[in-house]
């Protein structure tokens, strides 16, 4: 388990964006949602793989069996439930690409001889299979079938780079949550399910079996109603507030500009929606300094703050970082 919180931090450092009031939930594959399901050519039916690190998408052929073989890689999560305070702002999906195969040479990305080109990338269907992932679930994707809720709705990989994929899947988790579904869940595939031409043309991703870089889902949430959410829409286009240095270690700078007369009051609030401290201002007498105190002079303690300044039609806001 080690190793996935590693990747786990690893991740929320580098690549999703550092905010304040956010919070990053990373979820990993659920096994029975997890797999592989392969056409045989020469069986004429489809086989399922659920075990193994190794799943690969596209085709290959097999020499033992003497046909062609297409895959599919099937993924899917636990959806957790949330407080409703929190809302889900970001769903991002990520699957880690280990390999990759193209004519049967090692290292290019697939290559698909298909009329009027060959550029056919890996991409993603989101999908309803229930609980549990049957060879039935082959076509759940394909435009029409009952388990397609998406067909092709993004790229999840179009070059042999190897390392994290990754695809916005926010739309698609909102729609889970709405239908009240336990899961998300996803179908992995290039385009056309293979070019018969018997030169093998796969990606390998890492399986949730692979104790390293297993699927993951990576969930960004954040208070709802915040501060700068009841404020932020009626912000007016003329007057602005500037911050500076912002994050601050001492005090703040608070600039405003405006071109109306009346000035309005500038309230601090904490991340909470508390009020900490407010200026009554009657004529804009910039800049306006903030140490970071309370009504009381008590040092407040670090973290984010909102500078709300209100006149009489519209409301802006600012948002302070205290680093002390
Ligand atoms: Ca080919
Ligand atoms: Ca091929």
């Not at 193994?52 to 993924?75: C, M």
């Not at 889900?88 to 080109?117: K, R």
């Not at 549990?132 to 679930?137: G, K």
């Amino acid at each position: 388990m080690i190793p996935k919180i590693i990747a786990t931090i690893l991740l929320s450092l580098i690549l999703i964006p550092a905010a304040f009031g956010q919070i990053v939930d990373t979820l990993y594959t659920n096994p029975n949602m997890e797999g592989g399901l392969s056409y045989y050519e020469c069986y004429n039916s489809v086989l399922y793989f659920p075990y193994g690190t190794i799943k690969s998408v596209g085709d290959a052929y097999n020499y033992y069996e003497t046909g062609v073989i297409f895959g599919r890689y099937y993924v899917g999560f636990d959806l957790p439930l949330y407080p409703d305070s929190l809302e889900l702002i970001q769903a991002d999906l990520f699957l880690y690409q280990w390999g990759c195969m193209g004519n049967g040479v090692i290292g290019p990305f697939p290559i698909w001889d298909v009329p009027g080109g060959d550029t056919v990338f890996c991409v993603a269907d989101h999908i309803d299979i229930g609980p549990f992932l049957y060879i039935d679930d082959w076509e759940a994707g394909d435009p029409g079938n009952v388990g397609t809720f998406q067909s092709n709705f993004g790229l999840l990989s179009s070059d042999s780079i190897l390392g994290w994929k990754t695809l916005n899947v926010t739309d698609q988790a909102l729609q889970d949550y709405e239908l009240l579904r336990e899961w998300t869940q996803f179908r992995i595939r290039f385009e056309i399910d293979t070019d018969w031409d018997y030169y093998q043309d796969l990606l390998y991703f890492c399986s949730g079996e692979h104790t390293v870089n297993p699927p993951m889902l990576v969930l960004t949430l954040e208070p709802k109603n915040s501060i700068a959410d009841r404020f932020g829409e009626k912000a007016s286009m003329y007057s602005e507030i500037s911050a500076y240095p912002n994050p601050f270690n001492d005090g703040v700078f608070i600039e405003l500009t405006t071109p109306l007369k009346s000035a309005g009051d500038l309230t601090v609030y904490s991340l909470e929606g508390k009020e900490v401290f407010s200026y009554i201002i009657n004529s804009v007498n910039n800049p306006y300094y903030w140490e970071g105190r309370d009504y009381n002079g008590s040092l407040l303690p670090s973290g984010i703050y909102f500078v709300v300044w209100r006149m009489e039609n519209s409301e802006i806001v600012e948002k302070i970082v205290m680093c002390k």
